[in-house]
């Protein structure tokens, strides 16, 4: 693979990131460490089951939490996005929530849970969401300050899993600080002084600049997935699909039979992924090889789990902030979403 000038720079970072993203980013690690450091306010152990309540990006939090269980084969952490299943909650352990404590859908699912049994502890950085819950005696965790919600996921993911721990034992705290570790590292691998021709998330970046990324993920990488196409479409602000494993080999497979080569491949690989997605991602690798479509796979670092996972979005989500770098396209605004919400 060829590369021309670095047009990833810190210099050219700094003409297009206006907003200070980039800043934000760089506290990754920081703001995961805080996250599991927060007092969680679970006041009883025992749960069995939990869910994440939230909406975008405040929800992906909960989609890695689910993914990374999954790997383990630990509790089951359920994702509610917009509505809560109708059926009693009794032990289930919740967490609600909405980085800028605006959204009307998590407040909702917050009040139908507490009313169906469910226990619930609230996370955001103040807002409606942190009033509602004082006001119904439930416990609060206040998120710190970041240039936009969506980069507040390291400070989700390790606070909801500081409340899981206390609540259903999931005996995770090495593993949590192997896996914060392992994102400082991460930031010396993808930071903007390391050049394209060794920086991992530039080299995405640059691939997916004339290609529209179409994004793999098995049960265990789902999260991560899920969250790189969200960032593509508002850090880069281009178009990119996500299909889970192994559904895509009983049918988005075929669709790689037309002849366009606008697409590009991308499989998330993950250590604890199954047997069975594993031959057939395997496979399927080498038959889009042998057709030309120069299939792309990732894989995070780290030696548990939660590292491998954890650093993997981490450079996803650097690689989508490359591209919005390398398109000239400031990665803060979201000006279509604003004005969809004006005018809805």
């Known amino acids: 693979m060829k590369f021309l000038a670095d047009p990833y720079s810190e210099e050219v970072s700094e003409q297009v990131d206006r907003h200070g993203v980039l800043k934000t980013y760089e506290r990754w690690p920081s703001l995961a460490q805080q996250g599991f450091e927060l007092k969680p306010g679970v006041s009883k152990a025992g749960f069995t089951r939990g869910c994440v309540m939230g909406m975008g990006g405040s929800a ?40 800028s404590g605006q959204t009307e859908e ?104 004339e290609r529209t990324p179409v994004i793999y993920g098995s049960r265990v990488t789902r999260g991560a997935g899920i969250r790189f196409k969200n960032v593509l479409n508002e850090n880069s602000k281009r178009h990119a699909h996500f299909d889970g494993l192994p559904d895509a080999f009983h049918n988005e497979i075929e669709a790689w039979e037309d002849p366009a080569t606008g697409y590009m491949p991308i499989f998330l690989r993950h250590r604890s992924e199954a047997q069975w997605d594993r031959t057939r991602s395997d496979s399927m690798v080498r038959i889009l090889q042998e057709l030309g479509r120069k299939p792309v796979e990732v894989r995070g670092r780290g030696e548990t789990d939660l590292a491998e996972l954890a650093t993997m979005v981490y450079r996803l989500d650097m690689a989508s902030y490359y591209l919005s770098v390398a398109l000239r396209r400031d990665p803060f605004p979201t000006a279509l979403i604003d004005r969809l919400k004006r005018e809805s």
């Open 60 to 99: 992906a939090g909960g989609d890695i939490i689910s993914s990374w269980l999954a790997a383990k084969g630990g509790p089951e952490v359920s994702v509610f996005k917009g509505t809560v299943p109708v059926e009693d909650m009794t032990g289930i352990l919740g967490v609600a929530c909405s980085a």
């Open 106 to 209: 998590t407040i909702a699912m917050m009040k139908t849970a507490l009313k169906r049994g469910a226990t619930v502890v609230s996370l955001s950085a103040g807002g409606r969401l942190m009033r509602v819950s004082e006001e119904m005696g439930i416990p609060h965790m206040m998120m710190p300050e970041v240039v936009a919600p969506r980069y507040m996921l390291p400070f989700i993911v390790f606070a909801s899993m500081a409340v899981f721990d206390a609540g259903m034992g999931l005996g995770c705290v090495a593993e949590a600080k192997d896996a914060i570790s392992e994102l400082e590292s991460e930031w010396k691998a993808v930071s903007p002084s390391v050049p394209l021709r060794d920086n991992a998330a530039k080299k995405l970046a640059e691939l997916a600049r």
